[in-house]
């Protein structure tokens, strides 16, 4: 059976993931500063030119890049707030989504190059800033749906505030998981997340 042709806007967005995927394994690698728009378009198979044609810049890819990592994890917790049967089964489910966040290493370091270039670059903090708004905005709603959900009436302290503590912690296990990963076992990363998590939001 022959090959169906791609369309010219199939073939562009190929490209374009193409080229955000080998900039996720680049900048994990090397780090944001240290890795050139010529690795990410080698490692994608492409040319500069290539890169051009479908980011304004590097700094604009990476933008790119956080986004998608934050639209993944916006997905996921929509499947659990839609698929799970009772309130039981949703808690658990939350409790073990969180507590397997840690897991992924290259989202994590994406984020963390993010922060260290933020602190250094005033351009790239506005607009990483806006992403962490949303972000946090995000997972605010989720714990005010999921907790009616759960039939609590209000959680026990402003959403936004618990969604910022929630980012904290994941990042602050993951930091010390992967530098420390003989101090902190991979089931005890997860279970203090769960149980945090479970006594935070849907303790008494």
């Known amino acids: 059976m022959a090959r169906q042709r791609l369309t ?22 090397k780090g944001l500063a240290a890795t050139s728009v010529e690795d990410i378009a080698r490692h994608a198979g492409y040319t500069r030119g290539a890169f051009y044609s479908n980011f304004k810049s590097k ?15 916006q997905q996921d917790l929509q499947a659990l707030l839609d698929n799970s049967s009772s309130g039981q089964d949703l808690q658990q489910q939350l409790a073990d989504f969180y507590g397997q966040c840690y897991g992924d290493n290259a989202s994590y370091i994406l984020w963390a190059e ?27 709603y989720f714990i005010t749906r999921f907790g009616e959900r759960l039939g609590k009436k209000q959680p026990p302290a402003p959403a936004d505030a618990l969604a910022l503590a929630m980012m904290g912690l994941v990042d602050g296990v993951h930091y010390f998981r992967l530098i420390m990963p003989n101090e902190i076992s991979e089931a005890a990363a997860q279970d203090v997340l769960s149980t945090i998590f479970n006594a935070t939001f849907f303790g008494p």
């Open 8 to 29: 010219r806007e199939e073939s562009r967005e190929q490209t374009r993931l193409r080229l955000l995927d080998a900039a996720a394994v680049v900048i994990s690698k």
């Open 59 to 73: 700094t604009d890819l990476f933008i790119e890049l956080l986004k998608r990592d934050h639209a993944n994890v």
């Open 114 to 140: 993010a922060r260290l270039h933020a602190a250094r670059d005033a351009r790239f903090r506005s607009r990483f800033n806006t992403l962490i708004i949303e972000k946090r905005d995000v997972i605010a």
